[in-house]
Every structure is written in C-alpha cells, then in structure tokens.
C-alpha cells in the first residue's frame, strides 16, 4: 500500500534531515524517531497483504505463526483474518492471556498465531503441529529471527519448517535486508574456530543510510 508510506513521507523526510545535519543531541533523537516510524509504517503498508498470504497457508491446512512488532499490524491481521480465530501472544497479554492463546493454537480452534518477534522464550508445544512461521515485520537482529524459527523448530518436529520473510520494496525493509545479511556472515565468523580475523564493521550507521536513502527518493 504506496498511499501509506507516501502519507509519511514528508515527516520522513524531515527526521531525516535531522539526522544527517541536526545537532548533537537532535540527530539522536530524530535517528530513534525516524527508525520506530519507518518501521511501523512498513509494516502498516504491507499488513494486508501479509494477511493475504497467511490466508493461502491457513487455507492449505496449515497453522501458521505469524510474527510482527507493531499493535497497528496487529490490529490489521486480527480484522483480516478473523474468521480464523487469530489469537495473540505479545508483550501486551499477561502469563494467563498467553497460555491461552498457546492452548488454543495447539488444539486448532485457531489457526494463526500472532507473536512478537521478541516474545515466546521459552515457549514449547507449537512444534508439534506448525510448520510455518511468517515475519510480518523484520528484526535490525538475524538472531530474533533464528530464535523465532527456533519456537517451532525444536525437538519433536517432525516436518520441515519453513520461514517465510514477507518484505516490501520500499520503506526500511531494503537496508534491513542488507544489514541482516551482514549480520549473519559475522556471526557465522564469531561462531567459526577457524575463520581468520576481519576488520569489524559497524552497524551503527543504518539510521543515517535509512535517512540517506529517504532523502535521495524522488
């Protein structure tokens, strides 16, 4: 949905001028800004289509985790997919809320359920009869994704899982690509006894090539 990322645009833009000229203290702050409405509004763009996807899967038989981080994508996914007795398991429901939505999920009375990327630790029973995790929303860290996967792809899975990263071509999914692939092949480094030692590159820069980007756009 271009409409919601070109709404934005111009306060965008703004931040992100902020953020390559402003002062000390106004480039942090604009950089944090400009990261949560960036992503939020990515997210936003592409959450009915995301919906639509998950449908596909839901259709075909299977249970789907879908993973996100903003309540306004929540919220859409709820609407959408209603009619599948979506259910949540976020930083908002409490210890009881949660198991709930597990329980429910487990036994098919639902068949999406919606986590945060950063919720679940710890969480068992999913695998036993789900499949398929679907990001909504990416993560700046390839390891809360891999945790993710991590929640159905444990022991007791008898299938292959199968992570679906849906993404957008415009708005912050792009440099967090990017950036995730460079992520990874460091870790995979950090984790290898035998690789030989690189020079480190930083990834405190991806707010600034975010703002740079937004502001080469036409």
């Known amino acids: 949905d271009q409409k919601t990322v070109k709404d934005a645009e111009d306060l965008m833009k703004a931040l992100a001028q902020k953020v390559i000229s402003g002062e000390s ?48 994508c929540y919220d859409i996914w709820m609407d959408e997919l209603k009619d599948l007795n979506p259910v949540l398991y976020t930083g908002s429901e409490s210890t009881k809320e949660k198991d709930i939505s597990k329980n429910k999920f487990i036994s098919g009375e639902s068949k999406v359920l919606i986590m945060s990327l950063r919720s679940g630790e710890g969480v068992d029973g ?5 499949k398929d995790v679907v990001f909504g929303e990416l993560d700046w860290s390839p390891a809360v ?73 036409k």
């Open 145 to 217: 994704h891999d945790q993710v996967i991590g929640r159905i792809n444990r022991d007791g899975q008898q299938s292959q899982v199968t992570a679906h990263y849906l993404v957008s071509d415009s708005g912050s999914d792009p440099l967090m690509i990017e950036l995730l692939g460079l992520k990874a092949s460091q870790a995979k480094d950090i984790v290898d006894p035998n690789a030989k030692i690189k020079k480190q590159v930083s990834n405190t820069k991806h707010l600034k090539e975010l703002a740079t980007r937004i502001l080469k756009k």
């Open 126 to 130: 999913l695998q036993f009869d789900c």
């Open 25 to 72: 203290l106004e480039r942090g702050q604009a950089a944090y800004q400009l990261n949560t409405l960036v992503r939020k509004i990515t997210g936003i763009s592409k959450a009915k289509a995301v919906a639509q996807y998950v449908r596909i899967l839901a259709m075909n038989g299977r249970k789907v985790l879908l993973t996100g981080w903003h309540r306004q």
